[in-house]
Nanobody, 114 residues
Framework: QVQLVESGGGLVQPGGSLTLSCAAS????????MSWYRQAPGKERELVAA????????NYADSVKGRFTISRDNAKKTVYLQMNSLKPEDTAVYYC???????WGQGTQVTVSS
């Protein structure tokens, strides 16, 4: 059974930083690319960042390029999202997802506000 458990969200001031984690189980983690998505109130879920199965390739939404970094630790079956220079428009529920698998975790709330 595929399980994805996101953590690390919270309330942060504009310009601040957070690191999100997603612990995976129930599948061979190193066989799958991983992605982070987010969904703000009243908006559709959008892709934020993606990483290939061994971390050799990454891809980012234009809105987060230069501020966010996706990484992974296959030994720990965990994918991370380092978020710097946070803006109020980054406020959303953040989810991780494995490529080609349909499961979603519960998400973690990130709120950027003064």
């Amino acid at each position: 059974q595929v399980q994805l458990v996101e953590s690390g969200g919270g309330l942060v001031q504009p310009g601040g930083s957070l690191t999100l984690s997603c612990a995976a189980s129930g599948f061979t983690f190193s066989n799958y690319g991983m992605s982070w998505y987010r969904q703000a109130p009243g908006k559709e879920r959008e892709l934020v960042a993606a990483i290939t199965n061994f971390g050799g390739g990454t891809n980012y939404a234009d809105s987060v390029k230069g501020r966010f970094t996706i990484s992974r630790d296959n030994a720990k079956k965990t994918v991370y999202l380092q978020m710097n220079s946070l803006k109020p428009e980054d406020t959303a529920v953040y989810y991780c997802k494995a490529s080609r698998l349909s499961s979603w975790g519960q998400g973690t709330q990130v709120t950027v506000s003064s």
